[in-house]
């Protein structure tokens, strides 16, 4: 078993953000806390005015002459960028692209599973790579891979939007398909939908057990006579 190196990780990235003593230039253009200009001064002032105010001093323009320097709580400024960068990734749409493959002579039972597939991936959100894959002499007859893909971009027409055109890829051809507007309206119910919470059993009643024939009933609840 080989024995780890000491020294092989890799060093911690470094913050490429100049605050404070890190800024080494002779004067700044400063920005108050407040967001108002105070002007171009030395950036040992700077430094001095953002500490007397408990404050960081850091660089935001370092392309600028004299660079632009501003006074903030830069703790508090990286946590609040880092919370909208995941609020930000939160609300992104992944897209997948899911793949179905068919052969130029597929049986009809086949497709139609197939186009199930299809369907119901369009209706997910996710984009479709349909693929016919040829073997031996079905090369020879590329337009019945094409017909298969025609047919089921026209089954699937209300769903489906072709995105790429059937095109020849060695021994496959392959088309591309992506979801309708009324795709996205048609699955969205479906995933929103969640199993309704599973009822308590109610407990059972005694029934009444039957009396044989011929067997009286107590006194006390026996009907009156006429």
């Known amino acids: 078993m080989p024995v780890p190196r000491r020294f092989d990780r890799q060093p911690p990235e470094r913050d490429p953000t100049r605050t404070n003593e890190r800024i080494r230039v002779p004067e700044v253009r400063l920005i108050d806390e407040s967001g108002q200009q105070v002007g171009i001064m030395r950036t040992q002032d700077a430094l001095k005015m953002a500490q007397d105010r408990d ?17 903030l709580d830069y703790s508090k400024y990286k946590y609040e960028q880092v919370q909208k960068q995941k609020a930000a990734r ?30 119901r991936f369009l209706k997910a959100r996710d984009k479709v790579k349909v693929t016919i894959m040829f073997r031996g002499r079905e090369m020879a007859h590329p337009e019945r891979g094409e017909m298969i893909l025609t047919r ?20 496959n051809m392959t088309m591309m398909l992506g979801p309708t507007k009324a795709a996205l309206e048609e699955g969205a119910p479906r995933q929103a939908e969640k199993p309704a919470p599973a009822r308590a059993a109610e407990p059972q009643r005694a029934q009444p057990q039957a009396r044989p024939a011929g067997s009286a009933l107590p006194a006390e609840i026996q009907p009156d006579k006429i």
């Open 90 to 119: 939160k609300h992104q749409t992944q897209i997948n692209i899911r793949e179905i493959k068919f052969r130029p002579k597929i049986a009809q039972h086949d497709y139609d599973t197939k186009k199930g597939h299809v369907e």
């Open 55 to 71: 404050l960081d001093l850091v660089e935001v323009a370092a392309e600028a002459k004299p660079p632009v320097c501003r006074i």
């Open 152 to 171: 089921l971009a026209e089954d699937l027409g209300e769903l489906a939007i072709i995105e790429q055109r059937p095109q020849q890829d060695g021994r």
